[in-house]
């Protein structure tokens, strides 16, 4: 059972981390450009970045746990 779960956390990390750094290029890209995309979506790609990488630890760390219990 925590084998399964172990397994399903790290696809999500996986996920989770590809994101951030799909969000992260997409931000600095777009704050290099300047212009009317990045006044409008800057921030809040940053945001998300923020979010993600939250995400990201909150998926680590149940990730040691279940592995420190298996």
Partial sequence: MIAAMNTVIIILLAVTL???????ITGVVGMARGGDFNAKYGNKLMRWRVLLQGLAIVLFLLFVVTASRG
């Fill in 18 to 24: 590809a994101a951030v750094v799909i969000v992260l």
